[in-house]
């Protein structure tokens, strides 16, 4: 009357005792005890998987897994295996991988980032360029609240990441002077125009709308010949609305802007003036023959400058002496 018996699989007698015959498919008896019979799934063991003692390695943001006999990965949450490469792991994140947004093999357009799981333009340059560092410079869209805009993004000056807010042509004359509203008000001009090298004036969105997270810089002449400027903002128009912010240059850096250097005075930075004086730029350098800001004879290197005898300039030098030196402009952020 005894009787033989095995878990997941069928018993045998063998010398007077009971033994495991044979096991279900699926199953197996690994440990050789037959008190417990074919104790081990090997379709979903990862130590196991599909014979005895075939271990499942684990791999970069996911676990060891055995599905259906054969190894897998358990990938961790937010993560997902788009190569279906085991040996790198889960390796995409598709709530932020614009190559896998949102699931994979879903890329987004180009230039555009991946935000949640769904595919969006970014701010501005600087975070376009943390997203996908391997851009090129050239054209992108850019948020504008809900809807998007064309701009130009350098990716490689000084480590990239800068979007081009404003262009003023050397035919500007004194429209773009200190007091001109074009500094301030909320208009367009040339929107559509995204060429670096077109020589007319261009204020997009990006003026009202890109945030001045670390830095400007400030271009005379030629795209290269720059000087930057510490600097946060709202947007480039929020930094023309504010007062006065004196900067960290030296009058030897605006060699490079012509001035020789010898005068007097000498104050820069961001809508600078000289006191007592009507003297002043958007941005750049006030000097002094005199040798002190606020007399007679003030003039002023830059951007949106005027003299204190009254001559303007969009860009370039309004002499002490009343003469103007038009060039072409340029003003990036990031």
């Not at 701009?151 to 773009?176: F, R």
Request: proline share 5%; net charge negative.
């Amino acid at each position: 009357g005894a009787g033989c018996t095995a878990s997941n699989g069928a018993a045998r007698c063998a010398a007077g005792a009971c033994a495991v015959g044979s096991c279900n498919a699926g199953y197996a008896d690994c440990d050789g005890d037959t008190v417990n019979g074919c104790e081990t799934n090997t379709q979903s063991s990862a130590t196991s998987c599909g014979s005895c003692a075939r271990v499942c390695p684990a791999a970069p943001r996911a676990s060891a897994a055995c599905v259906a006999s054969a190894c897998a990965l358990a990938c961790e949450p937010g993560s997902a295996d788009c190569d279906r490469n085991p040996a790198n792991g889960c390796e995409s994140t598709p709530g932020g991988d614009p190559d896998n947004c949102g699931a994979c093999g879903r890329a987004c357009p180009a230039g555009m980032t991946c935000n949640g799981g769904n595919c969006a333009a970014a701010v501005c340059c600087a975070d376009l360029h943390v997203a996908l560092p391997s851009l090129p410079s050239g054209v992108y869209p850019l948020d504008a609240g809900g809807s998007t805009y064309p701009a130009y993004c350098d990716m490689t000056t000084e480590g990239g990441g800068w979007t081009l807010v404003l262009m003023i042509p050397d035919t500007a004359g004194a429209s773009y002077a200190y007091n001109a509203e074009a500094w301030t008000d909320a208009s367009l001009v040339n929107a559509d125009v995204t060429d670096p090298t077109r020589n007319v004036v261009v204020r997009s969105q990006a003026f009202f709308r890109v945030p001045v997270l670390a830095e400007m810089r400030f271009c005379m002449g030629t795209a290269t010949t720059c000087l930057n400027e510490l600097k946060f903002g709202v947007s480039t128009q929020s930094v023309f609305l504010n007062e006065e912010s004196l900067g960290a240059r030296t009058a030897a850096d605006f060699a490079r802007w012509g001035y020789p250097g010898t005068w007097g005075c000498n104050r820069v930075g961001l809508n600078v003036r000289a006191p007592g004086a009507t003297a002043r730029c958007r941005y750049g350098i006030v000097v002094s023959p005199s040798g002190a800001c606020g007399g007679s004879d003030d003039g002023a290197i830059g951007f949106g400058c005027v003299s204190h005898r009254g001559a303007q300039v969009s860009v370039g030098r309004a002499d002490t002496a009343g003469v103007v030196r038009n060039e072409r402009g340029w003003i990036w952020v990031r």
